[in-house]
């Protein structure tokens, strides 16, 4: 088992918790993709513009994601920003949602939550979930001006009820928050599951953190390994430290230092200045089977060079 010295008596390296990992964002990458119209490809800038003049709603549009992309025609915000107008202004959703991730992101105007909210509402009501994440995101930051929490569940759920994996993360992230007013472990569990089974890593992480938690009435180590796995193959280096720390005996039961020794080094090889420390001292152990003073040498420099007093 990898441990640090402090008064002759061994206590663990520092256990990954990673609680400041951010929520997900705002979702932009639906202004040139999700409302493509079929035709716009076949369809010239003058003869778009022609019928956006004529009032036609999703030539407006169209001719609005031009203005906006620079397709056919030069960049130009403050002309897409008119257009989406005019098409919201004919009750068009899309142009609804466009405007309000211009409004979101102050592109063609000032950044105004106010002028977000007031129209992502038409279209997360209509049950567009792109707009549902981004009104559940502005109710959940704190700098917006306009944090609601019971708002942002609302939104997130409808989004996340949707297969929204970065909703479900999200949700999950509320109601894993030990201080604030929404908290429930088994709310948390659901939605994280649900995010985790679609290949996201911080929920998958965050859902074998809850399972790794001895003082937690949830704690399943068999659990925890299988999500931690699941995040540790994905690249995430502080599911591949806390699975190499089960590994290396921490919680007992599980030992085993083939595995410990492979997923520290993932974690090491990533800058890891704690799986660094333990993966030397795996290698520092004359009774570990594992002994290998070159290697261990590497780490401990490794982990110094990052200010590990306890590698130098």
């Not at 944090?147 to 409808?158: G, M, P, R």
Request: aromatic residues 16%; negative net charge.
């Amino acid at each position: 088992m990898s441990y640090l010295q402090n008064n002759n008596q061994w206590i663990p390296h520092p256990f990954h918790r990673a609680e400041n990992r951010p929520m997900t964002f705002v979702k932009w990458l639906f202004i040139t993709l999700l409302f493509m119209p079929a035709c716009f490809a076949q369809t010239s800038f003058e003869q778009t513009m022609i019928a956006a003049k004529s009032g036609v709603v999703e030539s407006q549009y169209e001719l609005a994601l031009m203005y906006f992309n620079g397709d056919t025609t030069r960049k130009d915000y403050k002309k897409a920003l008119f257009w989406n107008t005019k098409a919201a202004a004919q009750n068009s959703i899309k142009a609804k949602y466009h405007l309000a991730l211009m409004h979101h992101s102050g592109l063609g105007i000032d950044q105004s939550y106010e002028k977000a909210i007031q129209w992502y509402t038409a279209p997360a009501r209509n049950g567009l979930v792109q707009a549902q994440f981004n009104l559940a995101h502005i109710y959940d930051d704190v700098d917006s001006g306009f944090e609601d929490t019971s708002e942002a569940i609302y939104w997130y759920k409808k989004s996340a009820e949707q297969g929204d994996s970065d909703a479900q993360f999200n949700l999950a992230l509320i109601y894993d928050d030990v201080n604030g007013d929404f908290e429930d472990t088994s709310e948390a569990i659901y939605w994280y599951r649900k995010a985790a089974g679609q290949g996201d890593a911080d929920a998958q992480f965050y859902l074998a953190l809850i399972y790794d938690d001895v003082n937690c009435s949830f704690e399943d180590i068999s659990e925890a390994i299988y999500w931690y796995k699941k995040a540790a193959e994905q690249g995430d280096a502080d599911a591949q430290f806390n699975l190499a720390l089960i590994y290396d005996g921490v919680n007992g039961g599980f030992e085993d230092l083939s595995e410990a020794i492979y997923w520290y080094k993932k974690a090491a090889e990533q800058g890891d200045a704690d799986a660094q420390f333990n993966l030397a001292h795996l290698y520092d152990d004359v009774n570990g089977g594992f002994e290998d003073t070159s290697e261990a040498i590497y780490w401990y420099k490794k982990a110094a060079e990052q200010g590990d007093a306890d590698a130098i």
